[in-house]
T-cell receptor, first 114, second 112 residues
Framework: ETGVTQSPTHLIKTRGQQVTLRCSSQ?????VSWYQQALGQGPQFIFQ???????GRGNFPPRFSGLQFPNYSSELNVNALELDDSALYLC?????????????FGNGTRLTVT | GIQVEQSPPDLILQEGANSTLRCNFS?????LQWFHQNPWGQLINLFY???GTKQNGRLSATTVATERYSLLYISSSQTTDSGVYFC??????????????FGEGTQLTVNP
């Protein structure tokens, strides 16, 4: 069983730039969600994707967007980067939409915005 | 939305000691998970436990859904148990099935 993999592991960007983070879901999972974890805090839900469509969003502005592909992998795109976007970005995969299955997380991408 | 509260916020133990971490949640849940985040940021699944009791080696967890709390037990602690332990939940009424709400975490330090 292949776990959730994320790339890159670390990234440094300048304020105003755009960034794309990638995630491959665990085999057998069809739902992908993204979380932002600022230093010293718990992860915060950004959004989830199911059947290639966004299905639920947290309190994040539209400059945070995503995609899910037919193989269930996913991208998180952040435009017009701000200093406060510096965080650990975690991808999770699970099965279905009912919330009755556990989420499995990748190792994250640590983004630094300077 | 659902509130998830963890206690204690910090815990320091000597190697070999036992501990209990608590998670209170404010709504009925379809999903409750315990995670361990190591110093490198990896968020490791410990238990998926919306109700009942489970054990995995030195760790066990119990969720009493009717009273809206969950407990994580760590026995014979080791230095590798150090890190932050998170409880996270999805309420039953949530339509986004992977919207976990995390508690603030318990920072565990195990000294040799």
């Amino acid at each position: 069983e292949t776990g959730v993999t994320q790339s890159p592991t670390h990234l440094i960007k300048t304020r105003g730039q755009q960034v794309t983070l990638r995630c491959s879901s665990q085999s057998g999972h069809n739902t992908v969600s993204w979380y932002q974890q600022a230093l010293g805090q718990g992860p915060q839900f950004i959004f989830q994707y199911y059947r290639e469509e966004e299905n639920g969003r947290g309190n994040f502005p539209p400059r945070f967007s995503g995609l899910q592909f037919p193989n269930y992998s996913s991208e998180l795109n952040v435009n017009a980067l701000e200093l406060d976007d510096s965080a650990l970005y975690l991808c999770a995969s699970s099965w279905g939409l009912t919330g009755n299955s556990p989420l499995h997380f990748g190792n994250g991408t640590r983004l630094t915005v300077t | 939305g659902i509130q998830v509260e963890q206690s204690p916020p910090d815990l320091i133990l000597q190697e070999g000691a036992n501990s209990t971490l608590r998670c209170n949640f404010s709504d009925s849940v379809n999903n409750l998970q315990w995670f361990h985040q190591n110093p490198w940021g990896q968020l490791i699944n410990l238990f998926y436990i919306p109700s009942g009791t489970k054990q995995n080696g030195r760790l066990s967890a119990t969720t009493v859904a009717t009273e809206r709390y969950s407990l994580l037990y760590i026995s014979s602690s080791q230095t590798t148990d150090s890190g932050v332990y998170f409880c996270a939940a999805i309420p039953s009424k949530e339509t986004s099935g992977s919207r976990l709400t995390f508690g603030e975490g318990t920072q565990l330090t195990v000294n040799p």
